[in-house]
């Protein structure tokens, strides 16, 4: 058994125990954030969104969320299997759905209170990755950004 | 419309009714990629495996030598070489299959051990010519690589490495973790491969021996001074390229019993064998 080999394993167990220890806690945080925070609309739409009569725009801004996070050994070697064959990355599935969340619940936190989010769109990109000797681990970065609208006189409501 | 705020979420089960994630279970999908793409490496490299096996015939002694001209050739000056040279011609003579004109040299290492190189080369270490004892025993290990040389395993055996090569640079391109779990894989079939090679020569070699000595004796004593010098920690067989000794000897002492061979009396070596320094 050489060395190299061991170390293989070894980082396989670190990434598998690790990785998925902390996917599942950023799951239920997510879920607990998400329903604390699901009185605050966000919806993609940017135009049709008509006042009540009598109402008022009372300000907006540009709200945003991000995110980065980063894979880990085991996900990207079976990602790295997975290029050979094709098919569903079932690994960088639950990691972008990860970013993806969370960067909207950020952006939910810095909008604040406002009545409604318009217009919230979500990005992904990786960051590092892989450099000339393939041995970089990639990270994802998913970023929301909308709309933040607060309304006079009204409670929210959507025409 | 009314918004009305409600959770999509099952606090229970933080994936459950996420259709953005695959249901499957990563250590599946793991273990049905691995063993599905190692059996298809597998079944690759014995098809390419099995075109060098129909290439090799086909190489002509010529282009042979052109590819052994551009090998390294490691030989120190020796003064036991000029009779290791009339003794291979001898045995040529006496071969089952004519491995034509052989060049030998001797390599410095101290490692007691013989090699077959493309172009009808062969390579005898001075760690094994200082070890043997009797000029039978000497010939066993020459006429066991005459038998590669004759088969033409030293291509084959080039063949297989530039094929297991190809394989590997294949996919070290893709990704080296992957990368390096195949070619670990592959190591193995490789040496299965040498060992049936191995057990071909042995019986070529026991073949030429009784024909030039006219009895097989010595042709398993140096495996038996080699079986009994490292009875310690001994390899297990299946990470062995040559046959365990153990089985080695049988094998032999076998055929030996069978043919009829006979364990006559031994040819003694040159006076003055050992190289003074090494005294």
Same mark, same amino acid.
């Given at each position: 058994m050489n060395l190299d080999f061991i170390i293989f394993i070894s980082l396989m167990v670190l990434g598998y125990t690790a990785g998925s220890l902390a996917e599942r806690g950023h799951f239920k945080s997510l879920i607990r954030r998400e329903d604390a925070t699901m009185k605050q609309p966000v919806v993609t739409f940017e135009d049709g969104y008509e006042l009540p009569a009598g109402a008022k725009f009372r300000k907006s801004t540009l709200v945003s969320g991000s995110v980065v996070i980063s894979i880990d050994y085991f996900k990207r070697f079976l990602a790295s299997l997975r290029f050979l064959v094709g098919g569903r990355v079932g690994a960088y599935e639950s990691l972008l759905d990860r970013a993806r969340r969370e960067a909207i619940l950020r952006m939910k936190y810095q909008a604040g209170g406002a009545d409604i989010i318009l217009g919230m769109r979500v990005e992904t990109s990786t960051i590092g990755g892989r450099r000339k000797n393939n041995k970089g681990l990639g990270s994802v970065e998913a970023v929301a950004y909308g709309t933040a609208v607060w309304v006079d006189e009204i409670s929210p409501q959507i025409t | 419309m009314k918004f009305r705020p409600k959770s999509l979420n099952d606090t229970r089960d933080p994936l459950k009714g996420n259709v953005n994630i695959s249901p499957e279970h990563p250590l599946k999908e793991l273990l049905l990629l691995t063993s599905g793409i190692a059996a298809t490496i597998f079944i690759i490299y014995l098809l390419l495996g099995v075109a060098v096996d129909l290439v090799v015939p086909h190489i002509s002694k010529e282009l042979e030598q052109s590819i052994a001209a551009r090998m390294e050739f490691p030989v120190? +000056? @020796?003064?036991? %070489?000029?009779?290791? +040279? +009339?003794? %291979? @011609? +001898?045995?040529?003579? $006496?071969?089952p299959l004519d491995p034509g004109p052989i060049v030998v040299g001797v390599?410095? $290492?101290?490692?007691a051990n013989a090699f077959a190189l493309p172009g009808g080369r062969m390579l005898i270490t001075e760690g094994f010519l200082d070890e043997v004892e009797s000029e039978n025993e000497l010939a066993m290990v020459i006429s066991h690589e005459l038998g590669h040389i004759a088969h033409r395993d030293p291509l084959r055996v080039m063949g297989r490495s530039l094929v297991l090569a190809f394989i590997s640079s294949l996919f070290v391109n893709t990704d080296d973790s992957a990368g390096a779990f195949i070619n670990s894989s592959m190591t193995l079939t490789q040496l299965g491969y040498s060992r049936n090679i191995e057990e071909r020569c042995d019986h070529f070699a026991l073949e030429t021996i009784s024909r030039h000595y006219g009895h097989g004796g010595g042709a398993v004593d140096f495996f038996k001074r080699m079986k009994d010098s490292h009875t310690g920690g001994s390899v297990p067989q299946f990470l062995s390229t040559h046959p365990g000794d153990e089985r080695r000897i049988s094998y032999l002492e076998r055929q030996i019993d069978e043919e009829r061979l006979g364990w006559g009396e031994l040819t003694p070596l040159p006076e003055g064998w050992v190289n003074q320094d090494d005294e």
């Open positions: - | 120190v +000056e @020796d003064k036991r %070489t000029p009779y290791l +040279e +009339e003794l %291979t @011609d +001898e045995l040529r003579r $006496s071969a390599y410095p $290492s101290a490692m």
